[in-house]
């Protein structure tokens, strides 16, 4: 499975940001998706997360601003980032994993998601 994510930039504090992950090398709708972020000398967070029957998950921070959304015909899953704030300022990640229990049991902690994309930085100013 490969992923490839994009959609990252400068933006103003308030503004919006979509960010896209295409995936390529498996069935796409057999995929359980996340994004997590690292933002400078933290580690790797937990962000939002969505299940195969669309189901979605976020961590506090993303609740009512952040969207994860799939489009499975065009195999991208996407994050839809409003109202961002410099806090969010970070590298994203799109990760996926073909596995139901390990999504099931720790979707939120990134040992559960075998393939990850190679990051896209969001810089938010104040």
């Known amino acids: 499975v490969q992923l490839q994510a994009s959609g990252g930039g400068l933006v103003q504090a308030g503004g919006s940001l979509r960010l896209s992950c295409a995936v390529s090398?498996?069935?796409?709708?057999?995929?359980?998706m996340a994004w997590f972020r690292q933002a400078p000398r933290k580690g790797r967070e937990f962000v939002a997360a969505l299940r195969w029957g669309g189901v979605t998950y976020y961590a506090g921070s993303a609740e009512g601003r952040f969207t994860i959304s799939r489009e499975n015909a065009e195999n991208t899953v996407y994050l839809e980032m409003t109202a961002l704030n410099p806090e969010d300022t970070a590298v994203y990640y799109c990760?996926?994993?073909?596995?139901?229990?390990?999504?099931?049991?720790?979707?939120?902690?990134?040992?559960?998601?075998?393939?990850w994309g190679q990051g896209t930085l969001v810089t938010v100013s104040s």
């Open positions: 990760a996926a994993t073909d596995s139901l229990s390990d999504f099931n049991t720790a979707k939120f902690s990134e040992t559960s998601y075998d393939y």
């Open positions: 090398g498996r069935t796409f709708s057999s995929l359980g």
